[in-house]
């Protein structure tokens, strides 16, 4: 998924460049992980739970849509109307912990 999402981050910008001259604003969400059916479906899914818990700094609950959701409401509200081609996190800090090392042999 790294490279799809990398490709959505660009597209984001783009948008937000080709867009900005018509005060059209684009921004992403990049969410955590959340319990959908749809990532039922995905192999090894479970395991986000306790890795997500483990490493972001203010926790995460996959249950519980209501940051992604009000994070959303923020970018489209004019409290943000300044704000283009921005990938809002919404994950309780993870990605800011960076990927984990395998263990070396």
């Known amino acids: 998924m790294g490279v799809s999402k990398s490709a959505l981050e660009s597209v984001t910008r783009y948008l937000a460049r080709d867009l900005g001259r ?3 604003r684009a921004n992403a969400v990049c969410a955590g992980p959340l319990a959908t059916l749809a ?3 995905i192999p090894g899914f479970k395991d986000f739970e306790e890795i997500w818990g483990l490493r972001a700094p203010l926790g995460w609950d996959l249950q519980d849509r209501t940051p992604v959701g009000r994070a959303a409401c923020a970018l489209l509200s004019d409290y943000l109307n300044m704000t283009t081609g921005e990938l809002l996190h919404v994950d309780g800090g993870y990605h800011a ?7 070396t042999e």
């Open 97 to 103: 912990m960076g990927a984990e090392m395998p263990p």
């Open 39 to 41: 990532a039922s479906g």
């Open 22 to 24: 018509y005060k059209i």
